[in-house]
């Protein structure tokens, strides 16, 4: 099982759409922080300040990437990235469980 190790949490979490979405911020020893998150069923909207790798743990959900016409389906084990300053939609039909990392 991929884990982190020698990691400090930031205990308040990160809630959004009405608890929906949460997600807590992981700081890695070398000052890298990353998000491990739930998302319930719903659609979402998110809006990026930096670049963002979004990696499905659990579940499916369909995104829709900036500039692009069509859902695209990702399943437990694959991940998308987004540019910084960009929104992009998330539908979720179960449930998903993400690990975002942000990047250069």
Same mark, same amino acid.
């Given at each position: 099982? $991929?884990?982190?190790? @020698?990691?400090? !949490?930031?205990? /308040?979490? @990160? !809630?959004?759409?009405?608890?929906?979405?949460?997600?807590?911020? !992981?700081?890695?020893?070398?000052?890298?922080?990353?998000?491990?998150? =739930?998302?319930? $069923?719903?659609?979402? !909207?998110?809006?990026?300040?930096? /670049?963002?790798?979004?990696?499905?743990?659990?579940?499916?959900?369909?995104?829709?990437? $900036?500039?692009?016409?069509?859902?695209?389906?990702? @399943?437990?084990?694959?991940?998308? @990235?987004?540019?910084?300053?960009?929104? =992009? /939609?998330? /539908?979720?039909?179960?449930?998903?469980?993400?690990?975002?990392?942000?990047?250069?």
């Amino acid at each position: 099982m $991929p884990k982190f190790d @020698n990691v400090s !949490v930031v205990k /308040k979490a @990160n !809630v959004y759409f009405d608890g929906k979405v949460s997600s807590r911020t !992981v700081i890695l020893g070398d000052g890298e922080a990353k998000t491990l998150g =739930f998302m319930q $069923p719903g659609e979402f !909207v998110f809006d990026t300040n930096q /670049k963002e790798c979004m990696e499905l743990l659990a579940g499916q959900w369909e995104i829709l990437l $900036p500039a692009a016409s069509e859902w695209k389906t990702f @399943n437990a084990g694959e991940s998308f @990235n987004v540019d910084a300053n960009v929104s =992009f /939609k998330v /539908k979720v039909s179960d449930f998903a469980d993400y690990c975002c990392s942000y990047t250069d």
